[in-house]
């Protein structure tokens, strides 16, 4: 569930069943911004809507009768009314224009909807984008306060905190582990059982904290949250 689109879940959490470790993902992070994003539209922000229709801007030497061309002339001059108009190329000219007014105004309305309507979801895309851009550096300058302070480097980063040696962990059967650095790709981490009497594994293992796109270590006992 975890994508660039919806930033993953909000408030991840996990829970043990009969089938194993399932994920309860509720809201993504994208939902979350949306429920969030200020009452009213930032001025920055413009709906995604068609091009406006607007009249053509039509020349008299368009028509090819002279008389259509006195006419239009005399339309655009203000100096014959509509009504009076006798060519059938110039009303034709004059209908059109006026379904582009008319549809141009309607643009207008449906416009003002959609920038209420689009905007919450503006607003999630470009706060998802700037996490984007922000968040390594948010969690490298916490990695290094972190590790400066304790003197040890991150091994991996587990449910948005780092994992140094000798923390403890937990496997999806609950069994307590103490973090080792193993340092081959993909297998950050060399997790070694704390309680030697575990009825579900008795030795170490290289893993990452998920495999396979589900999380294998956590921080609290999964059992608990059941």
């Excluded at 930032?42 to 091009?51: D, E, I, L, M, V």
């Excluded at 655009?76 to 000219?93: C, G, N």
């Excluded at 293992?205 to 999964?222: I, R, S």
Aim: aromatic content about 8%.
């Amino acid at each position: 569930m975890t994508t660039d689109l919806n930033g993953g879940p909000a408030f991840p959490a996990a829970a043990l069943s009969n089938e194993g470790t399932i994920d309860r993902q509720g809201m993504t992070l994208h939902d979350y911004f949306m429920a969030h994003a200020p009452a009213e539209p930032q001025p920055w922000f413009q709906p995604a809507t068609p091009p406006r229709p607007v009249p053509r801007q039509i020349s008299a030497d368009e028509f090819e009768d002279v008389n259509a061309q006195q006419e239009w002339e005399a339309v655009q001059s203000d100096t014959l009314s509509r009504k009076m108009v006798q060519s059938p190329a110039v009303l034709a000219a004059l209908a059109e224009n006026q379904a582009l007014i008319k549809a141009g105004k309607a643009w207008d309305e449906e416009h003002k909807k959609q920038r209420w309507i689009q905007w919450p979801a503006a607003w999630a895309d470009a706060m998802l984008k700037q996490r984007r851009v922000s968040k390594p550096l948010v969690h490298d300058s916490l990695d290094s306060l972190l590790s400066g302070a304790q003197g040890r480097r991150p091994l991996a980063r587990l449910e948005g905190r780092p994992v140094f040696e000798g923390d403890t962990l937990y496997d999806r059967h609950g069994e307590r582990l103490t973090a080792h650095s193993y340092e081959k790709p993909g297998f950050p981490l060399l997790m070694v059982p704390i309680d030697n009497d575990s009825d579900h594994r008795s030795t170490s293992w290289a893993t990452d904290t998920h495999q396979d796109g589900k999380q294998v270590l956590f921080w609290t006992n999964p059992k608990d949250a059941q």
